[in-house]
């Protein structure tokens, strides 16, 4: 079994700051890539941004000098800091995986449940 938590979501103002954090857990072998998506209401869920095991990171272009995206490889963990954030950068917040939980697995994506931000104008 493999779980995703999320955490670090809440509601901020336009200009402020958040971090999330993503901890990954249970029967992990190994994690290839870790990322983060958004869902606002009444649109599809977008990419935010991913990061490799190595470190090869790619942002949307709406994000791109406003978030920073890290990870800890020893704690299966991922951070999204998110500066100067905007009313439109309010959704929810997915973190997933793309792991493998054995040697020989077939490499599987696992998603966490979702935190909210809001930022007001």
């Known amino acids: 079994q493999v779980q995703l938590v999320e955490s670090g979501g809440g509601l901020v103002q336009a200009g402020g700051s958040l971090r999330l954090s993503c901890v990954a857990s249970?029967?992990?072998?190994?994690?290839?890539?870790m990322g983060w998506y958004r869902q606002a209401p009444g649109k599809q869920r977008e990419l935010v941004a991913v990061?490799?095991?190595?470190?090869?990171?790619n942002y949307a272009d709406s994000v791109k000098g406003r978030f920073t995206i890290s990870r800890d490889n020893a704690k299966n963990t991922v951070y999204l800091q998110m500066n100067s954030l905007k009313p439109e950068d309010t959704a929810v917040y997915y973190c997933?995986?793309?792991?493998?939980?054995?040697?020989?697995?077939?490499?599987?994506?696992?998603w966490g449940q979702g935190t909210q931000v809001t930022v007001s104008s």
């Open positions: 249970g029967s992990i072998f190994s994690i290839n890539v």
């Open positions: 997933n995986a793309d792991l493998w939980r054995f040697l020989g697995d077939s490499q599987r994506r696992y």
């Open positions: 990061i490799t095991s190595g470190g090869s990171i």
